[in-house]
T-cell receptor
Framework: QKEVEQNSGPLSVPEGAIASLNCTYS??????FFWYRQYSGKSPELIMS????GDKEDGRFTAQLNKASQYVSLLIRDSQPSDSATYLC????????????FGTGTKLQVIP | EAGVTQFPSHSVIEKGQTVTLRCDPI?????LYWYRRVMGKEIKFLLH????????ESGMPNNRFLAERTGGTYSTLKVQPAELEDSGVYFC??????????FGQGTRLTVV
């Protein structure tokens, strides 16, 4: 079992719809969770971090964490073609950044 | 403010040769990380510096890899001698504290 699992996609959604990206992790002691967006050939860009159970909203993005189910998700409301990218889930055990484990990423395509 | 800068952006070398990758973190960031992504796999942690000290090098694949951060500023990652399986994209990231980190554009290394 991979430590951090994501569906590789591609996930295709129409413009204006909600995109839902999911991630599960194996280490129950994980404490910090991050979502990165990576455009092709570019560096990963941090878009959300979440540390406690529940929802965290930032603009069109909402991160959801459920530690009991070892599940973290990212919702993108009003999806735009510019949101088309690979979204990487990253997890670590220690509070804060330090050593993180990445998933392979989910490719999102927003269709105009 | 300048972001994390990596040199070179691409490098093609023959098996058995030596290559040195460089990372200039964001000024003032004490934490510096090296990661690697090989084709089709997830981004994997290599090591973490706090200033000039190696905090965690558990991800370094073998003793052909040597990372340094003299003076706690820029860092180098040397691969000597390079093998075919070392091909991939090497990312550097930095952070001011042990929180969210900022990634560089990466160095694409191809060993032929």
């Amino acid at each position: 079992q991979k430590e951090v699992e994501q569906n590789s996609g591609p996930l295709s959604v129409p413009e204006g719809a909600i995109a839902s990206l999911n991630c599960t992790y194996s280490d129950r002691g994980s404490q910090s969770f991050f979502w990165y967006r990576q455009y092709s050939g570019k560096s990963p860009e941090l878009i959300m971090s979440i540390y406690s159970n529940g929802d965290k909203e930032d603009g069109r993005f909402t991160a959801q964490l459920n530690k009991a189910s070892q599940y973290v998700s990212l919702l993108i409301r009003d999806s735009q073609p510019s949101d088309s990218a690979t979204y990487l889930c990253a997890v670590n055990m220690i509070g804060g950044y330090q050593k993180v484990t990445f998933g392979t990423g989910t490719k999102l395509q927003v269709i105009p | 403010e300048a972001g994390v800068t990596q040199f070179p952006s691409h490098s093609v070398i023959e098996k058995g040769q030596t290559v040195t990758l460089r990372c200039d973190p964001i000024s003032g960031h004490d934490n510096l990380y090296w990661y690697r992504r090989v084709m089709g796999k997830e981004i994997k942690f290599l090591l973490h510096f706090v200033k000039e000290s190696k905090q965690d090098e558990s991800g370094m694949p073998n003793n052909r890899f040597l990372a340094e951060r003299t003076g706690g500023t820029y860092s180098t990652l040397k691969v000597q001698p390079a093998e075919l399986e070392d091909s991939g994209v090497y990312f550097c990231a930095s952070s001011p504290y042990s929180t969210e980190a900022f990634f560089g554009q990466g160095t694409r290394l191809t060993v032929v």
